[in-house]
């Protein structure tokens, strides 16, 4: 199949569906199938390597649902249907759809099969309630010009569900586990035998990083010649949470920055145990699965989407007060017994194995069939 994947996010732009819908694409290529990426610039100096991608337009920033996100704005919009017409193909697969404007633009443009990916977790909202509810003559025949529906997770779900009832398939995120393997080589410069915490994410206050800032102060004197590695989030970013602590806490954490995807693999081989302390709105987690199918057990909050991921005490362990102090009481008990981190380090690589790419796409290419076949069936052009 001739297949057009349209997405708001993409590399280098960081997160999860930016993964995504990378990782579908090239799955998608090996099993046989014309793939493109359609998505927004990069900025940076950034070079596209493996699938095809077509950029479009200029971006627009700014923080919703507790991260920072993005729209693709530009003349692109006004010649959309051409793009795709031009490109003749059989599926268009829509990333966050019911997003603004690339997602809309491609529902409306598209004379092909349609398959539209939910990945929000959120809470009914005023943003939510005006775009789905107040712009509904524009998003609900949006909404109905997909052929298929799917959503990464049971929250995801239930999220675009509360404003769209309807049929959704509940296919997950995917990691890749030939990359996130146990056996990675440690970084050199963390290859020093000191007990270490990886955090990976953005400095979004959901992600809760000064919530582990403070646990790792509490429990740094406890835990001998422990750090706490930071890939993704800057320290000038979270300064006004480190300017608290001791002096000693902030020289034994380390600000890595940004990492490629090719060397997070390395980051967390280089750690003995994963934290991710996001307090809310996350449909389902990458980096755990990252984790997992490192060998690195996760801890985090039992938020909902991650308690549907991680099972506590057998491949990770989840804390359900949302507190710096009961966070640093779940790294302390973990960090004292390397034995069951290594129990349950690989339990995770084993539950990670089942969420593998290829059979994460071989799910999402029959939802494509699917969506083909109803679209042939309908005898319509949308």
């Given amino acids: 199949m001739r297949i057009g994947i349209v997405t708001e996010y993409y590399r280098p732009w960081p997160g999860g569906i930016s993964e995504h819908v990378h990782h579908e694409a090239e799955e998608l290529a090996v099993r046989g199938h014309d793939v493109k990426v359609i998505t927004g610039p990069a900025t940076g100096g950034w070079r596209d390597e493996g699938p095809e991608v077509l950029r479009l337009g200029f971006e627009y920033t700014f923080?919703?649902?507790?991260?920072?996100?993005?729209?693709?704005?530009?003349?692109?919009?006004?010649?959309?249907?051409?793009?795709?017409?031009?490109?003749?193909?059989?599926?268009?697969?829509?990333?966050?759809?019911?997003?603004?404007?690339?997602?809309?633009?491609?529902?409306?443009?598209?004379?092909?099969?349609?398959?539209?990916?939910?990945?929000?977790?959120?809470e009914p909202s005023f943003l939510w309630e005006t775009l789905f509810r107040r712009l509904r003559s524009v998003t609900l025949p949006a909404w109905k010009r997909m052929h298929a529906r799917i959503a990464v997770a049971e929250e995801a779900r239930r999220s675009i569900a509360h404003y769209f009832p309807g049929e959704y398939e509940v296919i997950p995120n995917g990691v890749d586990t030939a990359r996130f393997h146990p056996d990675v080589p440690v970084l050199d410069d963390l290859d020093d035998g000191r007990p270490k915490i990886l955090f990976v994410g953005r400095a979004d206050p959901r992600k809760g990083l000064a919530l582990l800032l403070r646990a790792f102060a509490d429990i740094r004197p406890a835990i001998d010649g422990l750090q706490l590695v930071v890939v993704g989030a800057r320290a000038h970013e979270v300064e006004s949470d480190l300017v608290h602590l001791e002096p000693e806490a902030r020289s034994n954490i380390r600000f890595a920055g940004y990492a490629s995807p090719e060397d997070m693999a390395s980051y967390y081989a280089s750690c003995d145990v994963f934290c991710s302390p996001a307090t809310g709105q996350e449909s389902q987690g990458i980096v755990l699965l990252e984790a997992m199918a490192a060998g690195r057990p996760p801890v985090a909050f039992a938020i909902p989407g991650y308690r549907d991921v991680v099972t506590h005490?057998?491949?990770?362990?989840?804390?359900?007060?949302?507190?710096?102090?009961?966070?640093?009481?779940?790294?302390?008990?973990?960090?004292?017994?390397?034995?069951?981190?290594?129990?349950?380090?690989?339990?995770?690589?084993?539950?990670?194995?089942?969420?593998?790419?290829?059979?994460v796409v071989q799910r999402i290419e029959r939802v494509f069939e699917t969506a083909v076949e109803t679209r042939a069936a309908a005898g319509t052009s949308g």
Avoid: Q
């Fill in 313 to 359: 005490g057998v491949d990770g362990w989840l804390i359900d007060e949302l507190s710096a102090d009961a966070l640093a009481d779940g790294l302390r008990r973990v960090l004292r017994d390397r034995v069951e981190v290594a129990r349950v380090g690989e339990a995770g690589r084993k539950t990670a194995l089942g969420y593998s790419w290829p059979k």
């Fill in 63 to 122: 923080t919703s649902n507790g991260a920072l996100s993005r729209m693709v704005l530009g003349s692109y919009l006004l010649n959309f249907r051409r793009l795709l017409r031009r490109h003749d193909f059989d599926v268009v697969h829509v990333h966050a759809p019911m997003d603004p404007f690339l997602g809309i633009a491609a529902l409306y443009s598209a004379e092909c099969a349609t398959v539209g990916t939910f990945h929000a977790n959120f």
